[in-house]
């Protein structure tokens, strides 16, 4: 009589444990799925962004400054103390500038990983991506992974939730160095004047 009451506790306790598992996982599952739509609503709504900057680079080198974007397409990324490089486009082309060294070099968008932030109605549900969701700590990661125009790198966007706000990005290059920008004092939904995103006249001009 004794065993059989210990084994039938056992197996209640089994039971128990599963299903406080389960209900975990669900509980789980409905929170992430929720992150996952709320991302793609504020991305669906995003349209424009200013922010201060952080950048820090695989050597560990630290650059500030600040970032404007008018979706699709424009971009401006001015760099301060120094000021001497202008990141800017206008859909196009990624206009590359020292203002030390009076270089300016262009880069189609669609060859870079930024493409997929810019020049693109970011649609998560695109089969053609190849991007890996996650959520820990109220942290929402994406990573978008080798798409057609970005091979051998990838780019992460990393939001905060409760409420949304995308917080920083990393750019992995094809030797595996990383770029981390993270965002300060961002603000959406503000008219950034079309004139930031048209770069400056330095004179010589390149294009890879």
Known sequence: MIVK????????????????????????EARSQKSYSDVKNYLDDLKTLSADFVQ??????????????????KLRISYEEPNDLLITSMGFW???????????NNYPVSKTPLNIFLNQKLDLDNSNYNMKFNEEDGVVTLKFLNNKEMVGTSFELFFKTNPVQLKKWVITDE??????????????????????????????????
């Open 5 to 28: 009451n210990l084994k039938r506790n056992i197996i209640l306790i089994f039971l128990l444990t599963c299903i406080s598992s389960l209900s975990n996982i669900f509980i789980s």
């Open 56 to 73: 820090v680079s695989e050597n560990g080198d630290i650059r500030k400054g600040k970032i404007y974007i008018n979706l699709p397409g």
């Open 175 to 208: 030797l595996d160095n990383k770029t981390s920008v993270l965002f300060q004092n961002l603000k959406t939904g503000l008219q950034n004047s079309h004139l930031l995103f048209f770069p400056e006249d330095l004179g010589e001009v390149g294009n890879d």
């Open 94 to 104: 990624l206009v590359v500038q020292n203002r030390k060294l009076k270089q300016t």
